[in-house]
């Protein structure tokens, strides 16, 4: 396996992550309180139901933060505007949607891009069914994340 080369948190701030109309304000405090624990900051919701709550204050715990500066937009592609890339990720792949990368292969490729001043953007689905296909095409990349056959 290849190395994920050291990122500093300067290059981490070029990263977006943007979750696509998330459902449940506990789901995007967990989100935040994992971006902290990775020394990720950039939190962009398109479309929310819900993000402000007691529930999400209380699963982000000191990512509180990271909700309350959270970037709200109306689409994805407002929500991508400001980078250079965007990787989409699902674990659906098949012929109609091949994956460019896994995490690490993602990684590896992300960091020249961060090193050269480029934003990159994560994209995660919804929580019921993921992104929609015209969603991925709006995105240079698709990352393929491995999930578990019996609760994919």
Not at 15 to 42: D, F, K, M, S
Not at 128 to 145: H, P, R, T, Y
Request: aromatic letters at 4%; one cysteine or more.
């Amino acid at each position: 396996m290849g190395k994920i080369p050291e990122v500093s948190s300067t290059l981490l701030s070029g990263v977006r992550i943007v979750l696509v109309e998330p459902q449940y304000g506990g789901n995007i405090g967990q989100c935040a309180r994992a971006l902290l624990n990775t020394g990720l900051h950039r939190l962009v919701l398109v479309n929310p139901r819900e993000h402000l709550t007691e529930e999400a204050f209380w699963m982000a715990r000191d990512g509180r933060r990271l909700l309350e500066e959270a970037e709200v937009t109306g689409s994805l592609a407002e929500a991508l505007r400001p980078v250079g890339m965007a990787l989409a990720t699902t674990r659906r792949i098949g012929r109609h949607r091949p994956a460019d990368f896994t995490p690490r292969q993602a990684a590896a490729h992300v960091v020249p891009l961060l090193e050269a001043g480029n934003g990159v953007a994560l994209v995660f689905g919804r929580e019921d069914n993921g992104l929609k296909s015209e969603e991925i095409d709006l995105c240079q990349g698709v990352i393929s994340i491995p999930a578990s056959a019996e609760f994919p």
